[in-house]
């Protein structure tokens, strides 16, 4: 009787343990996922909110490039995609670059953000970057050991071009999606870099001020046409991210529900965190 009843007891202990280490490894996961997404979500608004500034001049028509300067991709010019100062904050359902994504393997559904602006800090010349020269009146972007001349008060800042994205694959974890940007980098390409593996969706919407008084009037899917002379004033997006690996006991029977998607569930053992995000565009309001 007495080894039945100690029997018993160990397999009461045993189960309890199981139980909190389950439960300490469901905390692990969504605190890694909660952290990760406060990561991504605070470089997205810092690029959203500094979106369209220019350095002096805050007039995307007033920026020309200057001749020989270009842009390249995997081999190819990308200037005129990478040139459309007006559109400095826009976004595609479907992929918009000349040059292939990551692995040319992008999410399925996923959508594309591009940011335009100067860099956030004056600094001298440097041949091997695009750069911004401006003054009050116009600006000019180069590639040169000087820049173009320009009339009164100036300064040079970096050029910085961003599409944002989620790849189908990640460059550090075998088997999963990832959110990745292409950058501007020295040389005057575009270099694609990952931003964080386990994000398996991305989703944006646009805030357009129509009638001009700096305040939004319609909010755009991607899909959707913007209107003639509209800006944007703001971008919302949203961010799926799944834990890399499977956690024993659990079933993500949640239904996900967000922007354009339709309901969307999974069923499966891995934990997933929905973070949503908005952000002003500073320089649209100003402007």
Known sequence: MSLAISSLLLLGVFGAVQQLRQSSRAADNLHSLEEKARFVLDLLRA????????????DPGALRVAAGTSIRCGGTNVGNWAFRFESYVAAADSWP??????????QAGTDV?????????TTGVDSRRLQVHSSRREGVVFSANSPPALEGETEIRDLLVHAWYVAARSSHEPGEPSLRRKTLVRG???RDEEILSGVEDFQVRLA???DGDGRAD???DPVAPEAPGA???????WLLLRHYRAETGYVDAKTYAYADRAVRSF??????????????????REG
Do not use: K
């Open 218 to 220: 319609r909010v755009i």
């Open 47 to 58: 690029d959203v909110r500094s979106a369209g500034f220019w350095g002096l001049s805050s």
């Open 113 to 121: 953000l591009e940011i335009r602006r100067a860099g956030p800090a």
């Open 188 to 190: 005057g390409s575009l």
């Open 97 to 106: 670059l000349p040059c292939p994504p990551y692995r040319n393997a992008r």
């Open 208 to 210: 357009l001020d129509v």
């Open 231 to 237: 800006r944007v004033v703001a971008v919302r997006f």
């Open 267 to 284: 069923d499966d053992s891995r934990r997933r965190l929905l973070v949503a995000g908005s952000e002003m565009v500073a320089n649209a």
